[in-house]
């Protein structure tokens, strides 16, 4: 049986022997020729313990299956080496990668604005985007802007600040505490949910009730009676009551 020669592009796709050694990056594991010793200790494809044996026995077992030999732990005393298709191993691998950096969550840092003096309405609205914030696993960074007067009653921005933090306690925390930065005092809210575990519970929530949509409202038609029985109701309803 001719061997398959070893590739990086992925499943059935080969390459000549002559070309491996130059492929060959510095952070792969040694393969096949390259592993230059006078024995190893043998793992099957399935992870069976092969067990001892010399480099060329190893080679040999390699061939006939049409597979790699691939030394995975070079420092073990002998050496350990496995038996598997490489070139599909490392397309595996990156396919792996490519979907764990597609599934990546990062972190969002939101910003909500208000004034000292700022009215109970306003107030209420800013307070609901930050704990709407707050839900998706987001930060929130609040900021108090002073002007002409206001810059010299900081405490009023301090205050305010405070009362925000004790209302969202429940969905964040105090990651930054409120802090004069020129004409503004900042604080940063932090969730107490992570971002991955907000998206995991607002899609649960969205496979348990099938007839709303994303902000909670329900679906067209969801609660229209079938045209059935709604001509049935309306039959009974045509029968005049007993005399």
């Known amino acids: 049986m001719s061997r398959r020669a070893f590739s990086h592009e992925g499943p059935g796709q080969t390459r000549s022997p002559q070309n491996r050694s130059k492929e060959h990056h510095i952070s792969d594991p040694r393969i096949n020729e390259r592993i230059r010793v006078p024995?190893?200790?043998?793992?099957?494809?399935?992870?069976?313990?092969?067990?001892?044996?010399?480099?060329e026995d190893a080679l040999r077992l390699a061939a006939e299956a049409d597979l790699d030999l691939v030394e995975v732990a070079p420092m073990a005393k002998p050496p350990v080496a496995k038996l598997m298709d490489f070139g599909k191993f490392k397309y595996e691998a990156a396919q792996k990668a490519r979907e764990a950096r597609k599934?990546?969550?990062?972190?969002?840092?939101?910003?909500i604005?208000?004034?000292?003096?700022?009215?109970?309405?306003?107030?209420?609205?800013?307070?609901?985007?930050?704990?709407?914030?707050l839900k998706g696993g987001d930060k929130v960074k609040v900021t108090i802007m002073?002007?002409?007067?206001?810059?010299?009653?900081?405490?009023?921005?301090f205050r305010l600040l405070q009362r925000l933090a004790e209302d969202i306690s429940e969905l964040g925390f105090v990651e930054s505490a409120p802090k004069q930065d020129g004409r503004n005092m900042v604080?940063?809210?932090?969730?107490?949910?992570?971002?991955?575990?907000?998206?995991?519970?607002?899609?649960?929530?969205?496979?348990?009730?099938?007839?709303?949509?994303?902000?909670?409202?329900?679906?067209?038609?969801?609660?229209e009676q079938p045209a059935d029985e709604q001509s049935a109701v309306d039959q009974a309803a045509e029968v005049p009551a007993e005399q």
């Open 113 to 133: 604005k208000l004034r000292p003096k700022i009215d109970p309405h306003d107030y209420g609205t800013k307070k609901g985007h930050v704990e709407r914030f």
């Open 146 to 157: 002073f002007r002409g007067r206001e810059q010299s009653r900081p405490e009023l921005g």
């Open 39 to 55: 024995e190893v200790r043998l793992v099957g494809p399935n992870g069976e313990q092969v067990g001892i044996v010399r480099v």
């Open 187 to 223: 604080m940063v809210l932090g969730p107490t949910k992570k971002k991955a575990e907000a998206k995991a519970d607002q899609r649960r929530r969205r496979e348990a009730r099938p007839g709303e949509d994303q902000d909670g409202r329900a679906t067209e038609g969801h609660d």
């Open 103 to 111: 599934n990546q969550v990062n972190t969002v840092i939101k910003e």
